[in-house]
Antibody
Framework: EVQLVQSGAEAKKPGESLTLSCKRS????????IGWVRQTPGKGLEWMGSIYPGDSDTRYSPSFKGQVIISVDMSISTAYLHWSALKASDSGLFYC????????????WGQGTLVTAS | QSVLSQPPSASGTPGERVTISCSGS????????VNWYQQRPGAAPKLLAYSTDQRPSGVPARFAGSKSGTSASLAISGLQSEDEARYYCATWDDNLKGPVFGGGTELTVL
């Protein structure tokens, strides 16, 4: 069974940098897309971007392109979501998602990481 | 405002059949299969149906997805108290060049 274990909640100030992590197990890390979805009360669920660890092919939503960086460390089967300078509007609950057949279908979800920037 | 439109709420009594709708356009639902996610209170979303009418292993057959034109539906038959959750539709959007979600429908089992 695929498992996605995310890093813990973060409370940051605007302007600070932040990196969230997501460790995937139960499936070949190289062979399946892994991505990030934000959930906020105002905008609901939003796909942010996804990466294919095998070749680091990365796709971003236009809403998040240039705002975050998605990366992986294959040696520890972990994906990352990075902000260089947080804004208050970046706050939300962030889910790591894993795709099996198609990178736009999110078969498995992590437990979520709450980010508060204020 | 979400790209896909869902009613904010729905309700039914145990044993009843309820349907949740999801409306889009030719650039999303009209051109791509639809996926559905279930999110119970305090939990992460879970894939409930994919490629419009397929169910992942472990999802009961009483959850059935369908699509017609630019609209999709999730039918839940034999409603149970454990079905109380928020349901989201999702699909590919040609303009966004990525997946988009509906705003979600809160299902209450009376």
């Amino acid at each position: 069974e695929v498992q996605l274990v995310q890093s813990g909640a973060e409370a940051k100030k605007p302007g600070e940098s932040l990196t969230l992590s997501c460790k995937r197990s139960g499936v070949s890390f190289f062979s399946y897309w892994i991505g990030w979805v934000r959930q906020t009360p105002g905008k609901g669920l939003e796909w942010m971007g996804s990466i294919y660890p095998g070749d680091s092919d990365t796709r971003y939503s236009p809403s998040f392109k240039g705002q975050v960086i998605i990366s992986v460390d294959m040696s520890i089967s972990t994906a990352y979501l990075h902000w260089s300078a947080l804004k208050a509007s970046d706050s939300g609950l962030f889910y790591c998602v894993s795709s099996r057949s198609s990178w736009s279908i999110f078969d498995f979800w992590g437990q979520g990481t709450l980010v508060t920037a204020s | 405002q979400s790209v896909l439109s869902q009613p904010p709420s729905a309700s039914g009594t145990p044993g009843e059949r309820v349907t949740i709708s999801c409306s889009g356009s030719n650039s999303n639902i009209g051109n791509s299969p639809v996926n559905w996610y279930q999110q119970r209170p305090g939990a992460a979303p879970k894939l409930l149906a994919y490629s419009t009418d397929q169910r992942p292993s472990g999802v009961p057959a009483r959850f059935a997805g369908s699509k017609s034109g630019t609209s999709a539906s999730l039918a839940i038959s034999g409603l149970q108290s454990e079905d109380e959750a928020r349901y989201y539709c999702a699909t590919w959007d040609d303009n966004l060049k990525g997946p988009v979600f509906g705003g979600g429908t809160e299902l209450t089992v009376l």
